[in-house]
Structures are given as C-alpha cells and as structure tokens.
T-cell receptor, first 116, second 111 residues
Framework: DAGITQSPRHKVTETGTPVTLRCHQT?????MYWYRQDPGHGLRLIHYSYGVKDTDKGEVSDGYSVSRSKTEDFLLTLESATSSQTSVYFC???????????????FGPGTRLTVL | EDQVTQSPEALRLQEGESSSLNCSYTVSGLRGLFWYRQDPGKGPEFLFTLYSAGEEKEKERLKATLTKKESFLHITAPKPEDSATYLC????????????FGRGTSLIVHP
C-alpha cells in the first residue's frame, strides 16, 4: 500500500473556526491532491500541488487554502468553517508518467469533518 | 468541458450473475482512463489504467475495456466481496493532466 496518512481521521468543529487537515506521504510523489466526497456529487477536486510551493485551484476551491512546504506534506485549511464544508476529505498522490501525464492516484484513508 | 458519466448509478446482482458497468467520457484527447474501487469508509483503490481504444486489462473477476467513447468494467461471476463503489476517471491531453472523475457505480452482490 502506498504510504499516505491523513490526520485527523475524524473532527467535529463549530462554524467559524479554522480547521487544518494534514496529508503526509512517504512515496516522494510529485503530485498531491485534496478532494471532498459528498453523496450525489462524487469526488470533487479542491486544490492540488505539482511540487513544493506549487499549487493550483480545483473546481471547488472557495473557502479553502493549501500549503506545501515539503514534498511529503500537503495541508488543507478551512479559514472559517461552514456547515456546507461538512464532508469526507481525501488526499491523493500521483507521479508523473513517462508520457508526461499523471499516473494513477493513490488515496489516503480520508478525514470525516463535521461542522456544526 | 471534460465530462465522465457512469451508469448505472447502482446495480444489484446475485452471486454468479455477470454484468458490466459503463463509463462514458467526453474529453479532448484521452491520455488515460482509470478504474478505482472504493469500499465504504475507505479511500479509492486503483484497479486499472487503459490508454488506447481496444486495450483490455484483467484482474481476477474484473476486465476493463476501452473504446473511443467509453469504457466498460465487466464483472464475471461476481462474489459478495466484489460489492463496492467503482469509479472511473479520465485524463485529457493538454492542460494540467488532472483527472476528471465520474460519480461512480454502487455495486451490491447478494449471496
């Protein structure tokens, strides 16, 4: 199994509080991603990183920020949590393939976040 | 806009009853089509990558095939342990090479 951990695994917080989720990999993969998964919507990309300090927005980035100061760590921050951000969050990693596009992704175990 | 559509949304089978899941994609120049399996409460797990029309890959009771417009995941003589949600994703040429995911097919295999 790919070495990906997420912390915390479960979190309950209140509206308006800041929350940071951590993704840690031991695979030295270049690409890291944050997704949220909600019933009826599937996996939706929040932000991704293509190297240390190199990040870009996904389709649902509003209200989220990310940082990657080391290859192995990718942090997702909810600046002021809202109830609409209650979801399951997955981190994923991938490497760049020989043809230049990204190889398959390996996913972490997920973080279940509840915002009251 | 790149789109990936999976059907059906849910599928119930009896053990041993073979069937297929569909993944239709509309992307500008397919570079790779991926299949994943997701068990409840866990992250998706990679199954297959397909690169070009006509390509097939197999793993135990699963076989993935690819045409120019869609991919199929064939499940032969399924067992209850094959119950899971199956996701497909496509990467298009150009741009950021970020995969576009379908919403998945939830498969339940009854003993």
């Amino acid at each position: 199994d790919a070495g990906i951990t997420q912390s915390p695994r479960h979190k309950v917080t209140e509206t308006g509080t800041p929350v940071t989720l951590r993704c840690h990999q031991t695979e030295n993969h270049r690409y890291m991603y944050w997704y949220r998964q909600d019933p009826g919507h599937g996996l939706r990309l929040i932000h991704y990183s293509y190297g240390v300090k190199d990040t870009d927005k996904g389709e649902v980035s509003d209200g989220y920020s990310v940082s990657r100061s080391k290859t192995e760590d990718f942090l997702l921050t909810l600046e002021s949590a809202t109830s609409s951000q209650t979801s399951v969050y997955f981190c994923a990693i991938s490497e760049e393939g020989l043809a230049g596009f990204n190889n398959e992704q390996f996913f972490g175990p997920g973080t279940r976040l509840t915002v009251l | 806009e790149d789109q990936v559509t999976q059907s059906p949304e849910a599928l119930r089978l009896q053990e041993g009853e073979s069937s297929s899941l569909n993944c239709s994609y509309t992307v500008s120049g397919l570079r790779g089509l991926f299949w994943y399996r997701q068990d409840p409460g866990k992250g998706p797990e990679f199954l297959f990558t397909l690169y070009s029309a006509g390509e097939e890959k197999e793993k135990e009771r699963l076989k993935a095939t690819l045409t120019k417009k869609e991919s199929f995941l064939h499940i032969t003589a399924p067992k209850p342990e094959d119950s899971a949600t199956y996701l497909c994703a496509a990467i298009a040429s150009g741009g950021s090479y970020i995969p576009t995911f379908g919403r998945g097919t939830s498969l339940i295999v009854h003993p």
